[in-house]
């Protein structure tokens, strides 16, 4: 029994479970300035990529802290660094047949490039790792091998 000495006592329990609520929902991303910076800035590696002269390169990009676009919608995405490279899952890779990658598979960008090599993977890789609403729970760096 609860006594009505400590009205707390019945509060407290409540409000935990509203805290660890609301910090477990996924998705840090907000359009603001901050997240629009960080963006452009992969956008603008992703171009220097193609410009770039030397014969191998790896983005300077590489290594950012990637997680407060966790969450962004996939399109919100694809729109700010073009079309997903490819689409992986845990076990296969396949090229997108439009922008975008299906549902059940995560979009990746390839940050680097490898000197007369017409493979696919060596090097740091962008992956949205999709869920099912359209978003990406984790933006995240991986290296292919």
């Known amino acids: 029994m609860i006594s009505l000495s ?3 006592a019945c509060v407290a329990p409540i409000a935990l479970v509203a805290f660890l609520t609301a910090c477990s929902t996924p998705g840090n991303y907000r359009k603001d300035a901050p997240h629009e910076e960080l963006l452009q800035s992969l956008r603008q590696c992703l171009v ?8 191998d390169y790896v983005s300077p990009c590489v290594g950012r802290d990637l997680s407060s ?22 076990s296969e890779t396949n090229f997108p047949e439009k922008e975008d990658c299906p549902p059940d598979q995560s979009p990746l960008w390839s940050f680097y490039r490898r000197a007369g090599s017409i493979d696919i993977g060596g090097g740091p890789e962008l992956v949205c790792v999709a869920n099912k609403t359209g978003g990406c729970t984790t933006v995240e760096w991986r290296r292919t091998k």
């Not at 220097?48 to 014969?55: A, L, P, Q, T, V």
């Open 48 to 55: 220097d990529i193609s410009i770039s002269g030397d014969k």
């Open 69 to 90: 676009l966790n969450g962004i919608p996939r399109r919100r995405l694809i729109n700010e660094l073009g079309p997903a490279r490819l689409c992986v899952t845990s």
């Open 6 to 8: 400590r009205p707390w």
